[in-house]
Nanobody, 126 residues
């Protein structure tokens, strides 16, 4: 069974940057799309970014466009989320997820993802 392990979360001041990473076990990482979700206290989990199997297509939630960048390194079985210009409202637990397919019809739908990591906390102070 595939395992996903996130890292890189932490505490950062507003306006700062963080990069979170997700390492995926197994030999099939390069075959599937990947995504990042987040869940803030008292709120539902939401999709914020996704990337197709080869990085050729990326998708972003409007509120993070221009500030966050998703990328992947298939040789390292790793997907990244670079977060710049962080805001207090970005505070959440961030989860990576593996897609069902190589790309997405609707990357905002959790139905398109099959495996999830345990999450990493990102806290942005004002």
């Amino acid at each position: 069974q595939v395992q996903l392990v996130e890292s890189g979360g932490g505490l950062v001041q507003a306006g700062g940057s963080l990069r979170v990473s997700c390492v995926v076990s197994g030999r099939t990482f390069s075959m599937y799309g990947m995504g990042w979700f987040r869940q803030a206290p008292g709120k539902e989990r939401e999709s914020i970014a996704a990337i197709s199997w080869n990085g050729g297509a990326t998708y972003y939630k409007d509120s993070v466009k221009g500030r966050f960048t998703i990328s992947r390194d298939n040789a390292k079985n790793t997907v990244y989320l670079q977060m710049n210009s962080l805001k207090p409202e970005d505070t959440a637990v961030y989860y990576c997820a593996r897609g069902r397919l190589s790309t997405f019809r609707d990357s905002s739908s959790e139905e398109e993802f099959v495996s999830w990591g345990q999450g990493t906390q990102v806290t942005v102070s004002s």
